[in-house]
């Protein structure tokens, strides 16, 4: 077989991490993953030594794509509050569009936490990156540019609530709780 490209090995772990997020890791079934990405199980080992090495690749993936989209919308102009409206904002409008996928880090916490450090590590250090973009989204506006400790509880509550919007769409959760939980969190900002 010719060697993978790239872009071919990137299209393979967005098939891989599909099946993850979907399915967890103990309900992924390596033809679930065959049939995902298109190839067979011989050339994924070519890419990956095992099944739980695409998991944490497929959990490494999920970040940098969803974190650089974050990133986008908490760097954008406007007030700390307008930023994290076009955050919840997106998440809400997943859900709308039938997207009840959640968020795979939280449910990789779910289904991997306890059971494999490396995962709950590579969870653990994703949640601390959030937590850190949230902050520095935070400090546009006053209060929280002049005052860290303000900064650092808003920011918590805040990565706790998008947190929260995520598993309450993983959890098929009505529309109008996702709105009112988002919408309280941003009024509170």
Do not use: H
């Not at 918590?156 to 609530?161: E, F, H, I, R």
């Not at 929260?164 to 309280?184: E, N, Q, Y």
Request: aromatic share 8%; hydrophobic share 45%.
């Amino acid at each position: 077989m010719a060697r993978l490209r790239e872009f071919e090995i990137g299209e393979a772990l967005d098939g891989v991490m599909g099946v993850f997020w979907r399915q967890g890791y103990d309900g992924a079934s390596m033809q679930d993953i065959e049939a995902a990405t298109g190839l067979n199980k011989q050339s994924l080992y070519r890419i990956f030594p095992d099944k739980r090495a695409m998991y944490l690749a497929a959990l490494e993936r999920f970040e940098a794509i969803e974190f650089e989209k974050a990133e986008d919308v908490l760097t954008a102009p406007g007030t700390a509050q307008a930023r994290f409206e076009a955050l919840f904002g997106g998440v809400i409008a997943q859900a709308a569009q039938g997207d009840r996928r959640g968020c795979f880090l939280c449910n990789a916490a779910a289904d991997q936490g306890q059971e494999d450090e490396e995962a709950t590590a590579i969870v653990s250090a994703s949640m601390g990156r959030l937590e850190k973009m949230f902050r520095k989204a935070l400090t546009i506006s006053a209060p929280y540019n002049r005052d860290r400790k303000a900064c650092e509880e808003r920011a918590a509550a805040l990565l706790s609530t998008y947190l929260g919007l995520r598993i309450l769409t993983k959890a098929d959760a009505p529309l109008r709780v996702i709105k009112a939980a988002a919408s309280a969190a941003i009024k509170a900002i």
